[in-house]
């Protein structure tokens, strides 16, 4: 009897081993047909640069597509990153991160003051909201997006920040601006991040 449940467990093994790989396989075409193929090409803004904003349920431009925001322009960079690490035999998802980075570094980093403004035009200019704060959830997804594009990219550009994937004397020093810049502006002195500021790093009022 002994003998006999062993050997059925290792046959209920076996089968749930194979529904595993079944399943596993089905998640990956439904991922691929249903998600990555429509949205990519699908966002790709070729003629501005950056990717589109939004889609209506029949991959159609909506209104808002006229306005890129900072975090969108960084998932994609960091989710096409993933992909092409993923999927190095497809040729058509290597340049999809470049294209993203080009237009941050291009069109959305702030030239006066550094780091990224908030929203840009679909053009690329810096959106009259966007000019007058800054919010530090949309320049970490800028961090993030940048470095998962240096690790699978390795493009110096990038400036990953991340030391550890490229210690490199200027990454480091850009790393101290940063740990010094939330440190002293963004940490309240009751413990927590506060959001909004100009561009020259001032506090918007009210938003202690």
């Avoid at 989710?79 to 993923?86: E, G, N, P, R």
């Avoid at 009259?128 to 997006?145: H, L, P």
């Avoid at 990953?160 to 002195?189: C, K, N, Q």
Wanted: negative net charge; glycine residues 6%; charged residues 25%.
């Amino acid at each position: 009897m002994a003998a006999c449940s062993s050997r059925d467990n290792a046959e209920n093994s076996a089968t749930g081993y194979a529904n595993y790989n079944d399943h596993a396989d089905s998640l990956e075409i439904s991922l691929e047909k249903h998600i990555i193929d429509p949205w990519y090409p699908g966002i790709i803004n070729n003629l501005y640069g950056g990717y589109i904003s939004d889609l209506n349920f029949n991959w159609t431009l909506t209104e808002s597509s006229q306005k890129k925001a900072l975090v969108q322009q960084a998932r994609h960079i960091r989710a096409t990153s993933f992909l092409q690490d993923f999927y190095p035999g497809r040729e058509d998802l290597r340049e999809y991160p470049a294209h993203g980075f080009r237009f941050l570094r291009d069109h959305m980093w702030d030239k006066d003051f550094g780091g990224f403004h908030t929203f840009c035009t679909k053009e690329g200019t810096p959106d009259e909201q966007s000019i007058n704060d800054k919010r530090i959830y949309g320049q970490s997804f800028a961090v993030c997006g940048m470095s998962q594009y240096y690790s699978t990219s390795k493009d110096k550009e990038a400036l990953a920040g991340l030391y550890r994937i490229w210690p490199d004397s200027l990454v480091r020093l850009r790393l101290e601006e940063m740990f010094f810049l939330i440190r002293d502006t963004f940490v309240h002195h009751d413990g927590y991040l506060q959001l909004y500021f100009f561009p020259d790093w001032k506090l918007v009022p009210d938003e202690t």
